[in-house]
T-cell receptor, first 118, second 112 residues
Framework: AQTVTQSQPEMSVQEAETVTLSCTYD???????LFWYKQPPSRQMILVIR??????QNATENRFSVNFQKAAKSFSLKISDSQLGDAAMYFC???????????????FGKGTKLSVIP | DARVTQTPRHKVTEMGQEVTMRCQPI?????VFWYRQTMMQGLELLAY????????DSGMPKDRFSAEMPDATLATLKIQPSEPRDSAVYFC??????????FGPGTRLTVT
């Protein structure tokens, strides 16, 4: 079974600075997707970024970028120029790429609570 | 702006009562998921539908939980009878294979 581990329960960053959230995962599959979701106090789960395992290039979305190390099974999220609105829980998630019963579910890590200090 | 909608947003009920949560997936999406979020367990899958057919409900306590998708615009999650340990936030998510899932705002359930 796939597992996702976020080893940092809480982190903090100064406004305008850069912070990196860590995520490791375990899978025997060669093709899969990885995601970062943001959950602010409103509880809404918001997709931040997606990475396809077959792509070597790291995904980037504005101030958010990932460092995907497939051999190490590592998928970290870097937030540049942190803003107060970035304060939230961040969840790393894994999903298999191929069809099959249950294979499209997301497996989540336990989350990292990010605080942004003004 | 297409969104997944869930009702109710909050529900407080007494132990033993029936609870029904509803979800309207994004039009055109062919997969629907129900997740439960608790402090102890985090986010865990309860049930999964593809083209309205249930494919995986192994995460659901079968004796009290049931999930259905009577039509393409409605998914339901029912708990009968409810117990205090069912208190959690229940999320519905929909997606169009093989792309990402979009989450609804969740239903916060409190069972006293």
């Amino acid at each position: 079974a796939q597992t996702v581990t976020q080893s940092q329960p809480e982190m903090s960053v100064q406004e305008a600075e850069t912070v990196t959230l860590s995520c490791t995962y375990d899978t025997s599959e060669s093709d899969y997707y990885l995601f970062w979701y943001k959950q602010p106090p409103s509880r809404q789960m918001i997709l931040v970024i997606r990475q396809e395992a077959y792509k070597q290039q790291n995904a980037t979305e504005n101030r958010f970028s990932v460092n995907f190390q497939k051999a190490a099974k590592s998928f970290s999220l870097k937030i540049s120029d942190s803003q107060l609105g970035d304060a939230a829980m961040y969840f790393c998630a894994y999903r298999a790429a191929y069809s099959g019963a249950g294979s499209y579910q997301l497996t989540f890590g336990k989350g990292t609570k990010l605080s942004v200090i003004p | 702006d297409a969104r997944v909608t869930q009702t109710p947003r909050h529900k407080v009920t007494e132990m033993g009562q029936e609870v029904t949560m509803r979800c309207q997936p994004i039009l055109g999406h062919n997969t629907v998921f129900w997740y439960r979020q608790t402090m102890m367990q985090g986010l865990e899958l309860l049930a999964y539908f593809r083209n309205r057919a249930p494919l995986d409900d192994s995460g659901m306590p079968k004796d009290r939980f049931s999930a259905e998708m009577p039509d393409a615009t409605l998914a339901t999650l029912k708990i009968q009878p409810s117990e205090p340990r069912d208190s959690a936030v229940y999320f519905c998510a929909s997606g169009l294979l093989p792309f990402e899932q979009y989450f609804g705002p969740g239903t916060r359930l409190t069972v006293t």
